[in-house]
């Protein structure tokens, strides 16, 4: 490594190098080699005939969008490295089918055979590690290549194992609001570095995105809620809710990733709280907001005594579970939304408008999923490429909404919302506390709980899927802090009687995913994978997002021109994007494929078939249970379910073995996943 490190110290590169073919690269980079006096000038023709002739034999690239072109001549006396960056990425063969962006080129003697192998395998090393490939993608200057190198040095540095400890969000402190404290030490330093990051131009394609992915079900969830409440909370209140709560939670909050948004299981929790206040005759606001004072207070103590640490025992068995309940939760209701048009026809709705309902959805998904795959097209300029799948939700929505508007002829479901902004009755905005009687303002402490159970669970089992190591995050986690800025939050819902928001899963993955730097992955069998090297990690798209929400109460009739198939198929591409990296689902596509054609992964090639069979099943149960429970009459006991996800794990160590285990349900993938078979 110090080969490396001192090659790039003594300036011995070449940033985005103008060049379309081997040839003109080995030029140029013979040419800086001349310049910098490590190559004599008389014998630069015999480098550049040496290193073509090597290529010819075969393709020096290595995979990983890197190529090591070598050549060993006699009057070289000491080994030469120099790393060139490509303007524009050429495909030269790369086993992984990955076109080559760097090169780094080793010169030497024919006597230097045992260094040239030290030092190829170092490049392999460095450039294996995706945080290194994307810092020296965007480095400017030799600094910033030498910053990306020691980067790597410190990620990579071995540790002493009785050193290894759980993530640090994690810790039990033992001291009042010692997590709190800890979480804003940890997040402080990033604040300025936040707002800076946001300035950039994938994050205006992911704010479009999530605005129209953050408003819809808003006054979905809105709409259904004001049926539940008897029309006493509704869509106005739904989308206050989430502008307000989403600006704040942008500003305060440790994770800014992380967006919060109306949740099936507090919907349901409502409706309980609606019918149990309609039969006792207590008045539904009144009550509501002191369940959500009693819960706001247990979630801020539950800040501040580091109960987030239990998340500790959730492993990625859990996360799998948890998420693939909430994607498959999209996908069925944007399709029973569009078979319900098929059923419910009217004499307003014949089947023209069940026939371009289904276009307008299935065409919304098509050009988002294809767009977002654009980027590895070889069509157009790479930054092209980039633009448009970054801005291909936002497209998608954008076009059929246009074709919706052209075949105006058709009658169509638009987005159902309210004609001004107010609250949903006729009220003030401020609930009276003092209506609800003195008993029930104790008795609310009981429901409470439940509502803490099932938003302690919510919040922290997405933050830790966002905060997963395969999203690559490096700015810190800061779960007791959320906790506190979402508690808080639910305190000013309950007395203005707005809805209770909490993270929301799928909307909060697609927030990431859509700021993220992908790459592609072809492995042995052909298949292809996409993997996140970077996410730009940023407060100001969370903040613009909401702001957006929030304008969006000031134009409310022009909303009503957005058809409700294009957010049908908008909530398709939503759930089965966010099912892209769930291990969970890969394994169980493994029970449909050939044995000798199954993909090249870290446990498939650690643990037998039959025990990952079982071990996929056994989540699949799990999966089924809490699909049960939550459509059933006892959805209010469904975050006691997920909690109870936690000792089900621990019973799996009694039929499977730990190294199958370890292999199965590990935090992240080895880092031989990705070099076991590339070079």
Excluded at 112 to 141: C, K, Q, W
Excluded at 273 to 300: H, I, K
Excluded at 445 to 457: G, K, S, W, Y
Excluded at 572 to 579: A, D, P, Y
Aim: with cysteine.
């Amino acid at each position: 490594m110090k080969l490396l490190h001192d090659a790039l110290a003594n300036h011995c590169f070449a940033l985005d190098l103008k060049a379309q073919s081997l040839p003109d690269i080995f030029e140029q980079v013979v040419q800086h080699l001349v310049e910098k006096r490590l190559v004599a000038a008389d014998s630069a023709d015999d480098v550049q005939a040496a290193l073509q002739a090597r290529e010819n034999h075969a393709s020096t690239a290595i995979g990983h969008a890197v190529a090591v072109p070598h050549a060993y001549l006699e009057g070289i006396e000491q080994q030469i490295v120099f790393f060139a960056r490509l303007k524009h990425p050429i495909n030269l063969g790369a086993p992984d089918g990955i076109p080559t962006h760097f090169l780094f080129f080793l010169l030497g003697s024919p006597e230097s055979a045992v260094e040239h192998l030290d030092t190829l395998s170092n490049v392999a090393r460095l450039m294996s590690d995706d945080e290194f490939r994307y810092e020296a993608g965007i480095a400017r200057s030799g600094d910033d290549l030498l910053v990306a190198f020691d980067h790597f040095l410190a990620r990579t540095a071995p540790e002493p194992a009785a050193e290894k400890k759980p993530s640090a969000g994690l810790e039990y402190t033992g001291k009042f609001a010692g997590g709190l404290r800890q979480d804003v030490a940890r997040r402080l330093p990033h604040y300025l570095s936040d707002i800076r990051d946001g300035l950039h131009a994938k994050c205006i394609g992911s704010t479009l995105f999530l605005f129209f992915a953050c408003l819809a079900p808003a006054v979905t969830f809105g709409g259904v809620m004001a049926t539940q409440t008897g029309g006493q909370i509704g869509a106005v209140e739904m989308i206050a809710a989430s502008a307000f709560c989403g600006v704040l939670f942008a500003i305060f909050s440790g994770q800014p990733l992380v967006i919060l948004g109306g949740t099936g299981p507090l919907l349901v929790f409502t409706a309980i709280l609606y019918r149990l206040c309609t039969d006792m005759e207590v008045p539904f606001l009144a009550w509501y907001a002191w369940v959500g004072l009693w819960s706001a207070g247990f979630l801020l103590l539950l800040a501040a005594t580091d109960a987030s640490f239990l998340m500790r025992y959730f492993t990625r068995f859990t996360d799998e579970i948890f998420s693939a309940l909430i994607s498959i939760i999209f996908i069925y209701e944007a399709i029973k939304s569009l078979v319900n048009i098929f059923e419910d026809l009217d004499v307003k709705k014949h089947h023209d408008t069940a026939l371009l309902t289904l276009l307008l959805a299935l065409g919304t998904y098509y050009i988002a999923m294809n767009l977002s795959q654009f980027r590895r097209s070889s069509y157009l300029r790479p930054k092209i490429r980039e633009f448009l799948a970054d801005f291909g939700p936002a497209f998608a929505l954008s076009a059929m909404t246009l074709v919706a508007v052209w075949l105006h002829e058709v009658d169509l479901d638009v987005l159902p919302a309210p004609d001004a902004f107010g609250p949903s009755i006729d009220r003030s905005w401020a609930v009276d506390l003092w209506a609800a009687p003195v008993w029930t303002r104790f008795a609310a402490a009981v429901p409470a709980l439940f509502v803490t159970v099932l938003v302690f669970l919510d919040q922290n089992i997405t933050a830790r899927i966002v905060n997963s190591p395969d999203h690559k995050l490096h700015k810190g986690e800061a779960y007791h802090l959320d906790l506190g800025v979402v508690g808080i939050l639910i305190a000013i819902c309950s007395v203005f009687g707005l809805p209770w928001l909490v993270a929301a899963t799928v909307r909060s993955l697609n927030h990431v995913r859509s700021l993220a730097t992908l790459e592609e992955k072809v492995m042995p069998n052909g298949e292809t994978r996409e993997h996140i090297i970077h996410v730009r990690e940023n407060r100001l798209t969370g903040l613009t997002i909401h702001l957006l929400v929030g304008a969006s109460l000031l134009l409310l009739p022009y909303l009503k021109s957005i058809p409700m198939a294009v957010l049908y198929g908008l909530f398709l591409f939503m759930g089965v994007v966010s099912m892209s990296g769930n291990q969970f689902f890969e394994r169980l596509s493994l029970w449909l494929r050939d044995p000798a054609l199954y993909p090249v992964t870290h446990y498939i090639r650690r643990v037998p078939r039959r025990t990952i069979h079982l071990f996929t099943l056994l989540q699949a149960i799990c999966l089924g249970i809490l699909w049960f429970v939550k459509s059933s009459s006892i959805g209010i006991l469904f975050p006691i379910f997920i909690a109870l996800l936690v000792p089900v794990r621990l019973l799996a160590n009694r039929f499977f073995a730990s190294e199958h285990l370890a292999a199965l349900d590990a935090e992240e993938e080895p880092g031989d996943e990705e070099t076991h078979w590339a070079g």
